[in-house]
Structure formats: structure tokens, C-alpha cells
């Protein structure tokens, strides 16, 4: 069964600070793997996705996330954090074959909040 | 380029009554799909679509139909509100029919709550 776990309901950092957003998935198949920010009553923005290649992967608003396929991990990263960056991140994986065709796996979810 | 839109933003009905979400999108996208999204449990795929006149279910399609008369528009039936429908419904769209590597691109979300 595909899955996606983000291990951490809440991430709370001090602005300027690096942070990390966790996620690890389990799929049948090759990943693909999505992250996701969704600021209040808003809808779900693209940040980043990793398909093939490099394993780090830049995506908007400074953050990146490293793809990690012997840990399963693709955790989100970003070097120096800001107020704004306070959100709902969500990570989301898609197999490369044997399911529903375009179907995202989603994690629960990850409140990031940054403090001045 | 409006991208993904949904109307209403927010609405409240009683159990048994009926309603569509509207979803538009203006990128000539041919996948399109509805989520929901519940508090911890991220987003769960209901229906989607790889074209028009093309659907099919995802993981929790009951009580809710669709079609997919134009490429543009995907609405969203509900036959007979309930109050486990009350959620935050999400309408996605992305280029490829087929690819799996394709960003999926979200609309701003309805809010609805049944009473």
C-alpha cells in the first residue's frame, strides 16, 4: 500500500533558523514526491517535486528538500526561516505504476510556525 | 490565466438536500480531480478525470457523482448531503492525461458543512 508519513503534527522555529519538515513514504514502484504549502483558507500551492536526477531538489521561496531512497525520506528544508513561512506543509507521494492514475498520496500534514 | 477556480467558496446545507461544486480551469489541463481534505488526514482523492467524457473513482467516491462534459469543467455532485460530507473540498488539475510526473494544480477550495 502507498503511504506517506510526515512524523511531526507541529514544527515551531525562531526566524532566521534553519528548518526541516519531515516526510517518508512507503510505495510500490519508483517515488514521485511532491510538497505542498497551504496558508490559511487558501488552497494547497506547489513548492517542489522530485521525478529523477538529483537528489536535492530547489524549489520556490527558498526551500529545497532532499531525496533520500535508502531512508525513503524527502524532507523539506529550508536554510533560513521567516515569519511568513508559517503554513500548512504537505508532502505527497504518486507511484510510478500500479495505481490510480494520478492519484497524490498526502501526509496528515505539518503546521510550521516561525516566531520573530 | 486564472488557473483553478471553485465556486462557492463556502456553503451550509441540511442533511438530504442536494448541491454541485463548481470547477473551472482555463489551462487546457486534461486531468482533473476532487479531494477532501479532513483535519489529520490530509487530502483523499474522490473522483478524477483524464479528459472529458472520461471519469472514474478514487479512493472515496460514495455519495458524491461527476462528469466531464469539457475539457474546462469538472463539477461535483452531491445526491444527498450527510453530515460526514461536511469537509473542505479541493479541485486539482494538471496537463497530462497519463503522466504520473505532472504537477497537480489546486483550486482555492470549497467550505462546506452540513447540518
Known amino acids: 500500500a502507498q503511504s506517506v508519513a510526515q512524523p511531526e503534527d507541529q514544527v515551531n522555529v525562531a526566524e532566521g533558523n534553519p528548518l526541516t519538515v519531515k516526510c517518508t513514504y512507503s510505495?510500490?514502484?519508483?517515488?514521485?514526491l511532491f510538497w505542498y504549502v497551504q496558508y490559511p483558507n487558501r488552497g494547497l500551492q506547489f513548492l517542489l517535486k522530485?521525478?529523477?536526477?538529483?537528489?536535492l531538489v530547489k524549489g520556490s521561496y527558498g526551500f529545497e528538500a532532499e531525496f533520500n531512497k535508502s531512508q525513503t525520506s524527502f524532507h523539506l528544508k529550508k536554510p533560513s526561516a521567516l515569519v511568513s513561512d508559517s503554513a500548512l506543509y504537505f508532502c505527497?507521494?504518486?507511484?510510478?505504476?500500479?495505481?490510480?492514475?494520478?492519484?497524490?498520496?498526502f501526509g496528515r500534514g505539518t503546521q510550521l510556525t516561525v516566531w520573530p | 490565466n486564472a488557473g483553478v477556480t471553485q465556486t462557492p467558496k463556502f456553503q451550509v446545507l441540511k442533511t438530504g438536500q442536494s448541491m454541485t461544486l463548481q470547477c473551472a480551469q482555463d489551462m487546457n489541463h486534461e486531468y482533473m480531480s476532487w479531494y477532501r481534505q479532513d483535519p489529520g488526514m490530509g487530502l483523499r482523492l474522490i473522483h478524477y478525470s483524464v479528459g472529458a467524457g472520461i471519469t472514474d473513482q478514487g479512493e472515496v467516491p460514495n455519495g458524491y457523482n461527476v462528469s466531464r462534459s469539457t475539457t474546462e469543467d469538472f463539477p461535483l455532485r452531491l445526491l444527498s448531503a450527510a453530515p460526514s460530507q461536511t469537509s473542505v473540498y479541493f479541485c486539482a488539475s494538471s496537463y497530462g492525461g497519463s503522466s504520473n510526473t505532472d504537477t497537480q494544480y489546486f483550486g482555492p477550495g470549497t467550505r462546506l458543512t452540513v447540518l
Open positions: 510505495v510500490s514502484g519508483n517515488p514521485y
Open positions: 505527497a507521494v504518486r507511484p510510478d505504476r500500479g495505481s490510480t492514475l494520478g492519484r497524490l498520496y
Open positions: 522530485y521525478i529523477t536526477g538529483d537528489n
